[in-house]
């Protein structure tokens, strides 16, 4: 069952009977992006980045050919790259990462009526419609996620399904890295090892929904090639963090590789003339990998300025962001996530002439029944995270003042 304090609001919506005490706010101008004379920033995610003009350059001047007959050069240099970095075998270029972790599930589970073990806040869980049981027939096998991102390794033979006629086939074990719903979390390097020690044990292999494993890395200092060490296959992301428009990879054995072309296909998802997307992977490994670490910079600038707030309203610890991705904690007795969002795009004239420019507008999102989601990124630079700064502790100064 679900703990209803992980229910994502921005996507579940309300939660029937619960009962909040209404933010009273002072008067203030509701704002439409068209008519607003300051700045906007949006920190929703990190999905939000557009392609910059060096980017758009290398795409312009790619290479292609025919991917789904394996002809497109510039495809083939992004498989070759990415399977060399993290130490696979080989690698493919699929249009999303969902279908790099369905395509992967599947191609472990071959069979109908198969499981996957899985933390309850993984995304592959969560928030790819359950693609594994609506296409595969395979079941999720949920064990309770820690705060740090991790599962019980101790429970993976507890609940390993033996061979009886009554149980569905336990076939794969996947981690996410970083862990999206606990805010973005590296899971630890010693962790990843048991589980894939732990599982080699009871002959599972390990798949990892690395969309933002880069962002673990960089934050980390440990390479790719050792975060993935013990797991057979991977799907990683370009158009998070690395500002490409669409794309992600699945790296693993070569073997592993002809039964994912085959998925990728029956999926719709091969590619004709690819390249100018791959192009765009290979560009943001040149130029987007290492500055990483500013994305994860500012979040800590957002974090220390909320928990330097002290607010008995909005809350947030710098220790407990690892990345890019803040969780803001909210006092579910004076304020909603829904209205704490609200507020950030309004502006009053106190506030601007308080705040002594024209005005911040801040797209965050409602994240569980208690708090509120923000994700640096390339496009929000160091002048932006200030002025969202600023427009938090007018927010956060005035919500005080009023409970």
């Not at 906007?40 to 758009?56: A, F, N, Q, Y």
């Not at 048991?194 to 880069?214: F, I, Q």
């Not at 800590?300 to 002290?310: R, V």
């Not at 420019?357 to 999102?365: A, N, P, S, Y």
Request: charged residues 20%; contains cysteine; negative net charge.
């Amino acid at each position: 069952m679900y703990r209803e304090d992980v229910l994502c609001r921005s996507i579940l919506g309300n939660i029937p009977g619960r009962q909040t005490r209404q933010y009273q706010s002072p008067s203030h101008t509701p704002t439409t992006m068209t008519d607003f004379k300051g700045v906007v920033v949006d920190l929703r995610s990190d999905t939000i980045t557009k392609p910059s003009d060096g980017m758009k350059k290398a795409m312009m001047e790619a290479l292609v050919g025919d991917d789904v007959y394996r002809e497109d050069p510039t495809v083939s240099e992004l498989e070759k790259r990415m399977a060399e970095c993290t130490g696979k075998e080989a690698a493919l270029f699929v249009p999303s990462g969902t279908m790099g972790n369905l395509i992967s599930v599947l191609g472990h589970c071959e069979h109908r009526g198969s499981e996957v073990l899985l933390g309850d806040l993984a995304h592959i869980f969560l928030y790819e419609q359950a693609g594994m049981a609506q296409l595969g027939g395979i079941q999720p096998h949920i064990i309770p996620t820690n705060p740090d991102g991790t599962f019980d390794v101790d429970e993976i033979p507890v609940r390993l399904r033996y061979e009886d006629v009554h149980y569905p086939r336990t076939c794969l074990v996947c981690l996410e890295n970083t862990q999206n719903v606990c805010g973005g979390k590296v899971v630890p390097l010693h962790w990843i090892d048991k589980v894939g020690e732990v599982a080699e044990s009871v002959g599972l292999p390990v798949h990892m929904d690395g969309a933002r494993v880069m962002n673990a890395s960089v934050a980390s200092g440990v390479s790719l090639e050792r975060i993935l060490r013990v797991c057979q296959t991977a799907s990683i992301c370009f158009s998070k963090g690395l500002g490409t428009p669409v794309g992600s990879v699945i790296v693993g054995p070569e073997k592993f590789m002809y039964k994912a072309i085959r998925l990728r296909k029956v999926l719709g998802g091969g590619m004709r003339q690819a390249g100018m997307l791959a192009a765009a992977a290979i560009y943001s490994l040149d130029h987007m990998v290492h500055r990483l670490a500013q994305d994860h910079h500012h979040a800590q600038l957002i974090a220390k300025a909320i928990n330097e707030e002290k607010s008995r309203n909005v809350t947030c610890h710098p220790d407990d962001v690892d990345t890019n991705i803040i969780i803001v904690n909210l006092n579910p007795e004076t304020v909603t996530p829904d209205q704490f969002c609200e507020r950030l795009l309004m502006v009053s004239e106190d506030e601007i002439n308080e705040t002594g420019d024209g005005g911040v507008l801040v797209k965050v999102m409602p994240w569980t029944t208690t708090t509120v989601r923000f994700v640096t990124h390339l496009d929000a630079s160091l002048d932006h995270i200030q002025a969202v700064i600023t427009k938090l502790k007018y927010v956060i100064r005035e919500l005080d003042s009023i409970h």
